[in-house]
């Protein structure tokens, strides 16, 4: 069974239209304790990541978000849900769940942190196409490199350990689409608004479940 975690801050029905489409059980909840016993979980998000740190913490979605990673269950992560699973955020100058090392910036932050101020919109909003980095992810197998997915997007991951990094854009700089460390793999991206590969991505979720 997986489990879609809903702290208020999700794009929920999108990711539920989805799974309904791929056949998958899932179990949508406000309440930790409903997802307790499923296998995987997912982690969408749309929003502000203080709100959503806030609700995290209110609701218990923080304690069981990491102590689900801490048993080694699969997290899929999106949107915002790849970003405050690192340590801080500047969107509201907040501290995060920590699961993994790093923080999250600006564009205009970063870009200026690279010396660099390309005549680009912010936020990304659109498609981009993917390039894939360190033996890229186990979510993203049957899919060829260079296929567009669609992002909306302020803020841009910035891992401490660039390994994590399975897939990147360019918007500016190099953007981290897609990190992975052992059964938590997340996307900046929006599998659930992608087309036929961002099926792909969560069927893979749904049918595989690799050794971590």
Same mark, same amino acid.
């Given at each position: 069974?997986?489990?879609i ?11 539920e ?29 749309? #929003?502000?990541? *203080? ?5 995290? +913490? @209110?609701? %218990?979605?923080?304690?069981? $978000? !990491?102590?689900?990673y ?5 997290i ?8 405050i699973i ?14 993994l090392? #790093?923080?999250? *910036? ?5 870009? +200026? @942190?690279? %010396?660099?101020?390309?005549? $680009? !919109? ?54 981290p ?5 052992g ?5 900046q ?15 893979n ?8």
């Amino acid at each position: 069974m997986i489990g879609i975690i809903d702290y208020n801050a999700g794009n929920i029905k999108s990711v539920e239209r989805s799974l309904l489409k791929l056949g998958a059980e899932y179990v949508l909840s406000k309440n930790p304790a409903d997802l307790v016993s499923c296998q995987k979980v997912i982690f969408p998000g749309v #929003g502000e990541a *203080k709100y959503a740190m806030e609700q995290l +913490k @209110s609701s %218990g979605f923080d304690s069981f $978000l !990491k102590d689900f990673y801490e048993e080694g269950k699969p997290i899929l992560g999106i949107c915002l849900g790849s970003q405050i699973i690192f340590d801080y955020s500047e969107e509201g100058d907040v501290e995060c769940l920590g699961l993994l090392k #790093g923080s999250i *910036k600006h564009f205009h932050s970063a870009w +200026k @942190s690279l %010396g660099q101020s390309p005549d $680009l !919109k912010v936020p990304e909003i659109g498609w981009n196409d993917l390039n894939y980095s360190n033996g890229s992810s186990w979510l993203l197998e049957g899919i060829p490199e260079h296929k567009d997915f669609y992002f909306v997007h302020s803020y841009i991951i910035q891992p401490e350990d660039e390994t994590i990094i399975k897939a990147w854009v360019d918007y500016g700089c190099k953007v981290p689409a897609c990190v992975e460390k052992g059964s938590l793999t997340a996307f900046q991206f929006h599998p659930e608004k992608s087309g036929e590969f961002g099926l792909k991505i969560l069927k893979n979720f749904i049918d595989k479940t690799p050794e971590f």
